[in-house]
C-alpha cells in the first residue's frame, strides 16, 4: 500500500522534506498551514492535491494515511495528538515534544489509538546509523565507553525567531542537541546521570551547553551544542578494542572509519548521497506502517521518551523552563542524578 502523507506546516523542514522524500517516491497528498494562501502556495509549488488553510481540515483530510508534523517545538504534542485523534500516523520532527510529561500524553495516545508515532530524527534512519549501531552491538570496538560528539551553528539571532523564544521552546538543547543525545544513546543506552553546565540569552534560552553522561556499565559521552558557534562538527564512538570516527559533519550523510585500538583502519564507510537524507526516515515509517511494528525502528518510541527525560533533567540543572512549564512538567520522576 502506498502511504499517503499530508504535512504540517510550512516552513523550512517542510520544504526539504518535502522535497527530499517526494524526489524518491513518497507521496504527499495534502497540506496544512495556519494559513490558506500559505498552504496553496506549498501545494501549487510541491504538486500536492489538496491545500487546508487550518490543521484540523489536514487531519480530517481522507486521502492521508500519515501526517508529518513540522511545527516549533511547542505545538508539537498538539499537533501530534491532532492527528492521531483524528486516526493518522504521525512522523513528529525533533525535538519530539517541549517535555517528557508531553511526550507521554502523546505516546500514551498512539498506543490506545493504535497508530504509529515516531520521532523525526533523521540520522537515525540513515545508513551509516544501521551500520554504525551494527559495529557496536558485534563487539568491534570492544566495549563502548565513550562517545563525543559536538553540533554547533551559528543560527539567526534575531530574537523572534522561534530558535531564541521560549514560548516556542527555542534553544541549543531541543534544537541541536538532542542530535548528541539520541546518538549517544544509540551508542551507549539510556543515561543514568546527568551533569549538564548551559549559558542562557536574554531571553532564557540555553544558546550553549555541555553535557557529560553517565550510561550504563560505566560508559560516558561528553557532548557540547551551541547556537552560535560554528565548528566543523564531528563524533566518536571509543571502546576499548577500537574507536568509529564520524568525519564532519556527522549530522548527515557523512564518511566514517573503524580503527582498531592502534588506529589502523579495518573499515570505511561513504554515506554521502545527492539528497539531503530525510527519505530515509520516511520510507522507514512507511515500512514500520506496513510490518505493523509500532515500538521498535532505529528510534524507538520509548527511546523518545526517555530522551526526553534527559533533556528535562539538563533544562533543570541550567534553568531553562519554558512558559507554561510547572515543577510537575519537567519533573521526571526518576531520582536526582546530578553530582
Ligand atoms: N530534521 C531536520 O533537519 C530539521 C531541520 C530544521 C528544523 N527541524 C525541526 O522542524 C521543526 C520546525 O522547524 P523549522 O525550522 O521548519 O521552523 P519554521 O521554518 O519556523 O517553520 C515552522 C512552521 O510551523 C508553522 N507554525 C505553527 N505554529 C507556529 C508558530 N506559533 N510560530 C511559527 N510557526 C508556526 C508555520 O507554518 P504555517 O504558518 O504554514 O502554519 C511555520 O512555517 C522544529 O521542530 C525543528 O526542530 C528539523
Not at 126 to 146: D, F, K, Y
Not at 214 to 220: E, M, T, V
Amino acid at each position: 500500500m502506498t502511504v499517503r502523507w499530508g504535512v504540517i506546516g510550512t516552513g523550512g523542514i517542510a520544504r526539504s522534506f518535502v522535497e527530499d522524500s517526494a524526489a524518491l517516491g513518497v507521496r504527499f497528498t495534502a497540506v496544512g498551514s495556519r494559513t490558506r494562501d500559505r498552504a496553496q502556495a506549498f501545494a501549487d509549488e510541491y504538486g500536492i492535491e489538496h491545500a487546508h488553510g487550518d490543521y484540523d481540515a489536514l487531519v480530517a483530510d481522507d486521502t492521508v494515511d500519515a501526517v508529518y508534523v513540522a511545527t516549533p517545538h511547542s505545538a508539537h504534542a498538539e499537533d501530534a495528538l491532532r492527528a492521531i485523534e483524528a486516526g493518522k500516523h504521525v512522523l513528529v520532527e525533533k525535538a519530539f515534544t517541549v517535555n517528557a510529561a508531553e511526550a507521554r500524553r502523546v505516546v500514551d495516545a498512539a498506543r490506545a489509538a493504535g497508530v504509529l508515532v515516531v520521532e523525526a530524527m533523521w540520522t537515525r534512519f540513515l545508513p551509516q546509523a544501521s551500520r554504525i549501531r551494527q559495529l557496536v552491538h558485534e563487539g568491534r570496538i570492544g566495549r563502548p565507553r565513550l562517545v563525543e560528539a559536538t553540533h554547533h551553528q551559528a543560527l539567526p539571532t534575531d530574537p523572534r525567531h522561534r530558535l531564541n523564544d521560549p514560548a516556542l521552546a527555542g534553544g541549543a538543547l531541543l534544537d541541536l542537541g538532542v542530535y548528541p543525545l539520541a546518538f549517544a544513546v544509540d551508542a551507549l543506552g539510556v543515561p543514568e546521570t546527568v551533569a549538564a553546565v548551559g549559558s542562557l540569552s536574554d531571553q532564557g534560552v540555553d544558546t550553549q551547553m555541555g553535557l557529560v553522561l553517565g550510561h550504563p556499565d560505566g560508559a560516558q559521552s561528553v557532548l557540547h551544542f551551541a547556537l552560535d558557534l560554528r565548528s566543523p562538527n564531528a563524533a566518536s564512538i571509543i571502546g576499548d578494542e577500537g574507536r568509529i570516527d564520524l568525519d564532519p559533519s556527522w549530522i548527515g550523510p557523512t564518511t566514517y572509519r573503524l580503527r582498531d585500538r592502534d588506529g589502523h583502519v579495518l573499515e570505511e564507510f561513504d554515506g554521502r548521497e545527492d539528497r539531503v537524507g530525510y527519505h530515509h526516515e520516511a520510507r522507514a515509517f512507511e515500512e514500520m506502517i506496513a510490518s505493523g511494528d509500532h515500538e521498535g525502528g532505529p528510534m524507538p518510541i520509548e527511546q523518545t521518551v526517555a530522551i526526553m527525560e534527559v533533556m528535562d533533567e539538563a533544562r533543570r540543572q541550567v534553568g531553562v523552563r519554558y512558559p507554561g512549564e510547572t515543577d510537575d512538567a519537567t519533573d521526571t520522576g526518576a531520582e536526582p542524578t546530578h553530582p
